[in-house]
């Protein structure tokens, strides 16, 4: 079993950044690959990216450049750093472990 908690959402002007992070607690050495993912109200719930237990990254097409996805394995973190934020990137924010477990999310709210 694994435990997910996201942190470090909030509200934020259009251009403004902020640092997603996601907590794991119970069995982390199991987990292979992590990712954020997004939901909008009214849409589907959709990738922005992931990483493996290599480090090796991969992003939606739309977050390429503005997004970074990174990991600290010593303390069972990822985190996703969020930069000139727009108000289409106004969603809740959900961690996901091996495309399993999932975080109770953290709404991220981009004012224009």
């Known amino acids: 079993q694994v435990q997910l908690v996201e942190s470090g959402g909030g509200l934020v002007q259009a251009g403004g950044s902020l640092r997603l992070s996601c907590a794991a607690s119970g069995s982390t050495f199991s987990i292979n690959v992590w990712g954020w993912y997004r939901q909008a109200p009214g849409k589907q719930r959709e990738l922005v990216a992931g990483i493996d237990k290599g480090g090796n990254t991969h992003y939606a097409d739309s977050m390429k450049g503005r997004f970074t996805i990174s990991r600290d394995n010593a303390k069972n973190t990822m985190y996703l750093q969020m930069l000139s934020l727009k108000p289409e990137d106004t969603a809740v924010y959900y961690c996901?472990?091996?495309?399993?477990?999932w975080g109770q999310g953290t709404q991220v709210t981009v004012s224009s």
């Open positions: 996901n472990a091996d495309g399993f477990y």
